[in-house]
């Protein structure tokens, strides 16, 4: 999985004219399955975006504050586009990202499970595969890439050969 964050003061998700969800101070978190991503990597990003310090603290110390330190809000959006290839002319291709259904069970798996590090009332979505309207308002600017993959499987060594 792969998650775009964005520090804001705040940011909202229109679908055909329809304001459908919006926050104040937080993070904007655009966020995209691959394929082979599983309930591991969705775990992993969802506590990473939560514990992530973006904020100062009240004695001016640097990143000192995460999310829920500064009672801020996160706003969930699903975008396949982040795992674009662009290696070959200008026509991206999409072949990195995880097909409709698939993508569509874990990206709501990952929303679930940010709600549930935080609590539900602070963490918002968008609509998924739905032509969305993003408007935010940058603090800072403060964007981050977040990248977890799942783990290669571990080649066995091969068995040593019977001596003769």
């Given at each position: 999985?792969?998650a775009?964050?964005?520090?804001?003061?705040?940011?909202?998700?229109?679908?055909?004219?329809?304001?459908?969800s919006?926050?104040?101070k937080?993070?904007?978190?655009f966020?995209?399955v691959?394929?082979?991503?599983?309930?591991?990597?969705?775990?992993s990003l969802a506590?990473?975006?939560?514990?992530l310090?973006l904020?100062?603290d009240?004695?001016?110390g640097?990143?000192k504050?995460?999310?829920?330190?500064?009672?801020g809000?996160?706003?969930?959006?699903?975008?396949f586009?982040l795992?674009a290839?662009l290696k070959k002319g200008?026509?991206?291709?999409?072949h990195?990202a995880a097909?409709?259904?698939?993508?569509?069970?874990?990206y709501?798996?990952?929303f679930?499970?940010v709600?549930?590090?935080?609590?539900?009332d602070?963490?918002?979505?968008g609509v998924?595969?739905?032509?969305?309207e993003v408007?935010?308002?940058?603090?800072?600017?403060?964007?981050?890439?977040?990248?977890?993959?799942p783990?290669?499987?571990s080649?066995?060594?091969?068995?040593?050969?019977?001596s003769e």
């Amino acid at each position: 999985m792969k998650a775009i964050l964005q520090r804001v003061l705040s940011a909202s998700v229109t679908v055909e004219k329809e304001v459908v969800s919006s926050i104040g101070k937080g993070v904007l978190v655009f966020a995209a399955v691959a394929p082979g991503d599983t309930k591991k990597e969705a775990d992993s990003l969802a506590a990473k975006i939560l514990k992530l310090k973006l904020w100062d603290d009240d004695n001016g110390g640097r990143w000192k504050k995460n999310v829920q330190e500064i009672g801020g809000e996160v706003l969930c959006v699903s975008q396949f586009t982040l795992l674009a290839s662009l290696k070959k002319g200008n026509k991206p291709d999409f072949h990195g990202a995880a097909g409709g259904e698939e993508a569509k069970e874990l990206y709501q798996y990952f929303f679930e499970k940010v709600q549930q590090g935080y609590a539900p009332d602070k963490v918002q979505n968008g609509v998924f595969q739905a032509m969305m309207e993003v408007a935010l308002v940058n603090d800072g600017p403060v964007t981050m890439e977040l990248s977890v993959s799942p783990k290669a499987p571990s080649t066995p060594l091969p068995a040593p050969s019977p001596s003769e």
